[in-house]
């Protein structure tokens, strides 16, 4: 079956027709069709010389944020207060971050400088928020997504330092509870956050709470 190919038009087929996930290709990085793409429970992800290519997977890997689990270490960790966690004060520098970050398995970042831009845009409206990890005044971890309300749909994170993520993610998991947050998109699968409860379900479940 070929791939839906997206035209000048703000709109998307639907993800039920996804073959192995993909929805569709091509279109733009406008803050319209990023808007809508996120209510439609898609995002795109794809490297700097490649086509835009929108994913929307089944199953679905997202965390609850009453099954985030802390380990004893990160107890001990937070409880030192070695970090500094801040919200929404420096997106351009997170984002830079999460693109320049060296990761295993990784020959080069799907964060292009088109993406760059357009996430900056959406931070602009309020719509693409920010969690900085300070150590001694310095960023050392971070990470950023869109808030959709009751629905978080992360898009990266980075450490400089060990803990600084785990830090950053955690407090932000609280936070977005306490303001009645009920499910945080991790899209796929990572070991990094199976470690803090992170789980597969099935899209049309994740769906729901997009829906509300």
């Not at 609280?174 to 470690?195: M, N, P, R, W």
């Amino acid at each position: 079956m070929p791939i839906y190919q997206l035209t000048d038009q703000i709109a998307f087929p639907p993800i039920e027709g996804a073959e192995e996930g993909i929805v569709a290709v091509g279109g733009d990085l406008s803050t319209e069709r990023l808007e809508l793409a996120y209510q439609s429970g898609i995002f795109p992800w794809f490297s700097e010389c490649d086509p835009i290519v929108w994913w929307s997977p089944d199953p679905r890997y997202v965390l609850y944020p009453e099954k985030l689990k802390v380990s004893k270490s990160m107890k001990q960790v937070l409880r030192k207060n070695d970090f500094r966690v801040t919200f929404n004060k420096d997106f351009e520098q997170v984002i830079d971050n999460c693109r320049k970050i060296v990761r295993e398995g990784q020959n080069d970042t799907w964060i292009t400088t088109g993406m760059k831009k357009a996430y900056i845009e959406l931070h602009k409206k309020g719509l693409a928020i920010s969690v900085e990890v300070w150590q001694n005044n310095e960023l050392v971890g971070g990470l950023y997504g869109i808030d959709m309300g009751n629905v978080f749909c992360g898009e990266s994170m980075f450490a400089k330092v060990s803990n600084a993520s785990k830090v950053g993610f955690i407090t932000f998991v609280k936070a977005f509870q306490k303001k009645g947050g009920e499910i945080i998109d991790c899209q796929v699968y990572t070991s990094h956050l199976a470690s803090l409860g992170a789980e597969e379900i099935d899209r049309e479940a994740f769906m729901t709470y997009l829906e509300k």
